[in-house]
């Protein structure tokens, strides 16, 4: 794998942000969710939210939810949480699960199967009624697939398979090293986010600001020392967009609160990545970290121009789990405190994005250059033709 030393490649230059408003306008938030949001694979929590069938979780996305369901035959469903009836939300709960797999509006109690979505039951509606066709009536059904324990939901209809936007390429091999569908979900945690989706993202794209608001972690990673990111030598796919690592500061063991060493690091890792964390970022709104014995993943849901609900996993060896009093509050406590800060930054930059000293933007520094990649990946989706 080819590497970029240092903090950015040599072809990275001034220029321009984003205008203010792209940050609150309401008709861009419109368009983004369109024609980015409506259009992606998104990643909807992990396998082990939803282990038997009937168990069920919820995506909101702006004035959309969705229900994600594990079927009897074990496949993963998703659904619009939306009765067809009379409109009402099926699913109010962020969890639960459905008795006998059926999903049962509250309203008037129209009951759905979780597998198919289809209409079993509408009460004093009778069978024969030649007007009422329940094959007509079945929960809209969108796009749900697996991926190494993670869940992928995408509402258009049209979008590739999933196997063809992940189609991992060698040079990810750094990736598949970290075994994730063997991983399991040892803590969640769900943070509102008073700034536009784009902004928290933008915060992940660089770290310029690292030894500014990141004490933990820039005492454990120093964002002075040389970093590695991934060149262009290595191609993209339609959704994972780059890969970089971070060392550990000489003297420390682990990626987190304190630099011990609690956990065994976790086997098919060399040397060099036990003493490294590792980062792929996922357009439009999620990134892994992958350290040498856990993994945080940060996913990100827009929900208003100026609000965004974030959803953190962290994911440790299962037989780290299986133990009495799981040894996590290291990694936990480490991304919770990180995330907090990032997401304050992301608070101050959106209010200063509605001042009109800031309605032409500002620059982004060839240290930036992460930033204005991603710049350039929302602009191309906006354009790209229906």
Not at 82 to 95: K, N
Not at 167 to 187: C, F, H, T, V
Not at 346 to 369: C, F, H, M, R
Request: a negative charge; aromatic letters at 12%.
């Amino acid at each position: 794998m080819n590497m970029i030393e240092g903090g950015w490649p040599s072809d990275a230059a001034f220029e321009s942000t984003l205008p203010g408003e792209k940050y609150y306008d309401g008709e861009t938030f419109r368009k983004e969710l369109e024609k980015i949001w409506f259009k992606t694979w998104l990643c909807a929590g992990r396998e082990e939210e939803i282990p038997n069938t009937g168990n069920y979780t919820t995506v909101q996305i702006a004035h959309e939810n969705f229900i994600v369901t594990r079927g009897s035959d074990g496949q993963i469903n998703a659904f619009y949480n939306v009765c067809r009836h009379r409109g009402s939300r099926l699913c109010t709960a962020e969890s639960g699960h459905f008795s006998r797999g059926n999903i049962i509006c509250p309203y008037h109690s129209w009951m759905y199967s979780g597998d198919s979505g289809q209409l079993k039951k509408a009460p004093n509606i009778p069978e024969e009624d030649e007007h009422f066709d329940k094959s007509e009536h079945s929960l809209v059904k969108i796009k749900a697939e697996a991926w190494d324990g993670y869940i992928w939901i995408n509402v258009d209809p049209n979008a590739p398979p999933l196997e063809e936007s992940f189609n991992l390429p060698e040079s990810w091999a750094i990736y598949e090293r970290y075994q994730m569908d063997r991983l399991k979900l040892g803590k969640k945690k769900t943070y509102t986010v008073k700034a536009n989706w784009k902004l928290l993202m933008e915060n992940a794209e660089e770290c310029y600001h690292c030894g500014n608001i990141y004490p933990e972690l820039s005492r454990t990673t120093p964002p002075s020392q040389p970093r590695n990111w991934v060149g262009e030598d290595v191609p993209e796919t339609t959704v994972l967009k780059h890969v970089g690592a971070m060392a550990l500061k000489s003297g420390f063991e682990r990626v987190n609160i304190d630099g011990n060493a609690y956990r065994p690091v976790f086997p098919g890792l060399n040397e060099d990545e036990n003493n490294k964390i590792a980062y792929l970022h996922i357009f439009p709104h999620s990134y892994i970290c992958m350290a040498s014995d856990y993994v945080f993943i940060a996913a990100m849901f827009p929900i208003k121009p100026d609000e965004t609900l974030v959803k953190g996993y962290w994911l440790f060896d299962p037989e780290i789990l299986e133990q009495e009093d799981p040894p996590i509050d290291d990694a936990v406590d480490f991304w919770h405190v990180t995330s907090q800060e990032d997401w304050e930054a992301s608070e101050l930059v959106q209010l200063g994005n509605q001042s009109k000293a800031y309605e032409n933007g500002g620059v982004l520094t060839p240290i930036d250059w992460r930033v204005a990649n991603f710049k350039k990946y929302v602009q191309s989706e906006l354009e790209r033709p229906d």
